[in-house]
């Protein structure tokens, strides 16, 4: 789990007091009197402190979506790619494009609530604090005025099924239209979360790239970050998410990682529920019948081409519930029952093919937003392991927007590239994937990327040997956080 153990203090954001001699921002879209005295509350104090141009509140409609990818695509930061249907293409500034881990911090009163004391003074390696104080600087010196130029989007979203007992609901504020777009396909996003969270408790996230307008420096491929000041904190004990400096990934869409795993495991200890980096699956035998699956592997370590798995037994069926994240909680019958709490798949590009995920290639034809793949000249996207011929004279444009050819030394697509896409698109979507009350949970699998020393497969003799061998698992450190030679056990920790 992250941060299982933790004990909290509260922490707020100290907005500034208001703009002297500045206008409100005009609103584009919405209406901020009808938010909940909370959310409009959450909404204002921002307002206050990043001064926006202007305020847009989401409504999730394929209207909406349909501007805002204009919008990107006038912008520069995607174009079309005309050999699919409604796909697009991001290339991103090469400072982004990874989770950045040294960068991410929990604040608490002390250090010890958060992560173990290193010895001799070392740099832990299972997470990184950071106290009120130092926060509170670090906002200060970052925030204020970050949206000048900008439009402000307001993000209602849900973790979950709307009305699920087991869903909750997050606010997310960003000047990063790429972050809507890319949040009404791994959430579910709109106008019924607003209606389902009422007067409710929801988790307040505050993203900014960290770029106000007029820029003081050209952008490299249209794309605004500022990598020297980055930072992504959580304040769990006021269910607070704070992103700045990254517009990329589980950096800048906050009701992954930074919500669904790193404050809802908090939540979680709370409530008295599990929130895992786990995969979800349904298995149905030759016989017909059924179980469902959890499993735990670190980011690009295969838990999307598990989760879409073709069996090549005959008669065998898998179903996909989820290919990340997984929200687990015992019933009244005692059953361990799960659900997927995000809306999309935020796949690793690099490797995925007909060959080794059939399923995933048939999800992402449509309505897929490609990040730092490369691109084919006839309107089509390319990476390593594709194993894909290309018809003759198609030429490839690397992920840095430069003429690729095989005999380059660099890869044509970055070792981290992405798609997101709509779960719903998934061939072998479970039809329980949605369940309200999630689907029960018989197994769990723990795994990782370890190329020699550990046999392929091995099975715990009980659950309490289970949870000892998976407490324990390695796996290498991937493309999917900014660390070299490192390795991680199966929950996502550094070890």
């Given at each position: 789990?992250?941060?299982i153990s933790?004990?909290?203090l509260?922490?707020?954001?100290?907005?500034?007091?208001?703009?002297?001699?500045q206008?409100?921002?005009r609103?584009?879209?919405?209406?901020?009197?009808?938010?909940?005295?909370a959310?409009?509350?959450?909404?204002?104090?921002?307002?206050?402190?990043?001064?926006?141009?202007?305020?847009?509140?989401?409504?999730?409609t394929?209207?909406?979506?349909?501007?805002?990818?204009?919008?990107?695509?006038?912008?520069?930061m995607?174009?079309?790619?005309?050999k699919?249907e409604?796909?697009?293409l991001a290339?991103?500034?090469?400072?982004?494009?990874?989770?950045?881990?040294?960068?991410?911090?929990?604040v608490?009163?002390?250090?010890?609530d958060?992560?173990?004391?290193?010895?001799?003074?070392?740099?832990?390696?299972?997470?990184?604090w950071?106290?009120?104080?130092?926060?509170?600087?670090?906002?200060a010196?970052r925030f204020?005025?970050?949206?000048?130029?900008?439009?402000?989007?307001?993000?209602?979203?849900?973790?979950?099924?709307?009305?699920?007992?087991?869903?909750k609901?997050?606010?997310?504020l960003?000047?990063s239209?790429?972050?809507?777009?890319?949040?009404?396909?791994?959430?579910?996003?709109?106008?019924?979360?607003l209606?389902?969270?009422?007067t409710?408790?929801?988790?307040?996230?505050?993203?900014?790239?960290?770029?106000?307008?007029?820029?003081?420096?050209p952008?490299?491929?249209?794309?605004?970050?500022?990598?020297?000041?980055t930072?992504?904190?959580?304040i769990?004990?006021?269910?607070?998410?704070v992103?700045?400096?990254?517009?990329?990934?589980?950096n800048?869409l906050l009701?992954?990682?930074?919500?669904?795993?790193?404050?809802?495991?908090r939540?979680?200890?709370e409530?008295?529920?599990?929130?895992?980096?786990?995969?979800?699956?349904?298995v149905?035998n030759?016989?017909?019948?059924k179980?469902y699956?959890?499993?735990?592997?670190p980011?690009?370590?295969?838990?999307?081409?598990?989760?879409?798995?073709?069996?090549?037994?005959?008669?065998?069926?898998?179903?996909c519930?989820?290919?990340?994240i997984?929200?687990?909680?015992?019933?009244?019958?005692?059953n361990?029952?799960?659900i997927?709490?995000?809306?999309?798949?935020?796949?690793?590009?690099?490797?995925?093919?007909?060959?080794?995920n059939?399923?995933?290639?048939?999800?992402?034809i449509?309505?897929?937003?490609?990040t730092?793949?490369?691109?084919?000249?006839?309107?089509?996207?390319?990476?390593?392991?594709?194993?894909q011929?290309?018809?003759e004279g198609?030429?490839i444009?690397?992920?840095k927007?430069?003429?690729?050819?095989?005999?380059?030394?660099?890869?044509?697509?970055?070792?981290?590239?992405?798609?997101?896409?709509?779960?719903?698109?998934c061939?072998?979507?479970d039809?329980?994937?949605?369940?309200?009350?999630?689907?029960?949970?018989?197994?769990?699998?723990?795994?990782g990327?370890?190329?020699?020393?550990?046999?392929?497969?091995?099975e715990?003799?009980?659950?309490?040997?289970?949870v000892f061998v998976?407490?324990?698992?390695?796996?290498?450190?991937?493309?999917?956080?900014?660390?070299?030679?490192?390795?991680?056990?199966?929950?996502?920790?550094?070890?």
């Amino acid at each position: 789990l992250y941060f299982i153990s933790v004990v909290f203090l509260p922490l707020s954001l100290c907005p500034l007091s208001p703009r002297s001699n500045q206008s409100s921002p005009r609103v584009l879209q919405g209406d901020i009197s009808a938010l909940s005295p909370a959310v409009r509350e959450f909404v204002e104090a921002n307002v206050t402190l990043c001064q926006p141009d202007s305020i847009h509140i989401c409504d999730g409609t394929d209207e909406e979506n349909r501007t805002i990818l204009a919008q990107l695509e006038e912008q520069g930061m995607i174009k079309k790619l005309p050999k699919y249907e409604n796909c697009w293409l991001a290339r991103t500034d090469p400072r982004d494009v990874a989770r950045v881990e040294s960068k991410t911090v929990i604040v608490t009163q002390e250090q010890r609530d958060t992560v173990p004391t290193p010895l001799e003074g070392g740099v832990s390696q299972l997470g990184r604090w950071m106290s009120q104080e130092e926060f509170d600087k670090a906002v200060a010196q970052r925030f204020p005025g970050c949206m000048k130029g900008r439009t402000m989007y307001v993000i209602p979203f849900s973790m979950g099924p709307v009305g699920s007992p087991l869903s909750k609901i997050g606010i997310e504020l960003t000047d990063s239209p790429y972050v809507v777009a890319s949040m009404r396909v791994m959430t579910r996003m709109g106008k019924a979360v607003l209606s389902a969270l009422g007067t409710g408790e929801f988790v307040s996230c505050l993203h900014s790239v960290g770029c106000p307008l007029p820029l003081k420096k050209p952008l490299v491929n249209n794309w605004p970050c500022n990598p020297e000041q980055t930072l992504i904190a959580h304040i769990p004990n006021r269910r607070q998410i704070v992103s700045f400096g990254s517009g990329y990934g589980g950096n800048s869409l906050l009701g992954k990682k930074c919500f669904a795993l790193r404050i809802a495991s908090r939540i979680a200890k709370e409530e008295g529920w599990l929130a895992e980096h786990m995969l979800i699956l349904g298995v149905t035998n030759p016989a017909g019948e059924k179980k469902y699956m959890a499993a735990a592997f670190p980011s690009a370590c295969g838990k999307t081409n598990l989760a879409m798995l073709c069996p090549t037994l005959p008669g065998w069926k898998v179903e996909c519930v989820g290919d990340d994240i997984a929200w687990m909680k015992f019933d009244n019958q005692g059953n361990l029952r799960a659900i997927n709490p995000e809306n999309g798949f935020f796949g690793v590009a690099p490797g995925t093919s007909a060959k080794t995920n059939p399923n995933a290639m048939a999800t992402i034809i449509k309505n897929t937003v490609f990040t730092n793949v490369a691109e084919t000249s006839d309107g089509g996207v390319y990476w390593e392991g594709m194993d894909q011929a290309l018809p003759e004279g198609v030429t490839i444009t690397s992920w840095k927007n430069k003429p690729w050819s095989s005999e380059d030394d660099e890869p044509c697509a970055h070792p981290n590239s992405r798609f997101c896409t709509p779960a719903g698109q998934c061939p072998i979507i479970d039809p329980l994937w949605e369940s309200p009350e999630g689907v029960p949970i018989e197994a769990i699998i723990f795994g990782g990327r370890r190329p020699e020393g550990v046999p392929l497969v091995y099975e715990a003799f009980s659950w309490q040997h289970g949870v000892f061998v998976g407490a324990a698992m390695r796996s290498e450190a991937t493309a999917a956080a900014e660390h070299k030679g490192l390795f991680f056990n199966t929950v996502g920790r550094q070890t």
